[in-house]
């Protein structure tokens, strides 16, 4: 199984842009998908993540109220970055759980065991 995430680019501060992440081959109905970001010199940070059972949602605090992810988590899913800022200038991954976590861990790393190569989003001021 793998992941490609595309999407990001260069935007303006206050821009938007629709990050994609798919899947090469549908999985299970457990687990799910999650977008994590790491800028430069600093550490790897949750970003937003959906259950596939349920399709409950759970965002970063940092992007909560501007970022919004979608799409079926046993396949495609997406990533709408709304208002965005300089500070959200990082490398943009999507990552898979296929075992299938609680809700409370789904902003942590180690949750996931498929990552993506990443896609770097720049936002200028």
């Known amino acids: 199984v793998q992941l490609q995430a595309f999407g990001g680019g260069l935007v303006q501060a206050g821009g938007s842009l629709r990050l994609s992440c798919a899947i090469s081959a549908r999985t299970s109905s457990g687990g799910a998908r999650g977008w994590f970001r790491q800028a430069p010199g600093k550490e790897r940070e949750f970003v937003a993540a959906?259950?596939?059972?349920?399709?409950?949602t759970v965002y970063g605090v940092s992007v909560k109220g501007r970022f919004t992810i979608s799409g079926d988590p046993a396949a495609t899913v997406y990533l709408q970055m709304d208002s965005l800022k300089p500070e959200d200038t990082a490398v943009h991954y999507c990552?898979?759980?296929?075992?299938?976590?609680?809700?409370?861990?789904?902003?942590?790393?180690?949750?996931?065991?498929?990552w993506g190569q990443g896609t770097l989003v720049t936002v200028s001021s």
């Open positions: 990552a898979e759980d296929r075992r299938g976590t609680i809700l409370s861990a789904i902003s942590s790393h180690t949750t996931y065991d498929v």
């Open positions: 959906i259950r596939k059972r349920d399709r409950a």
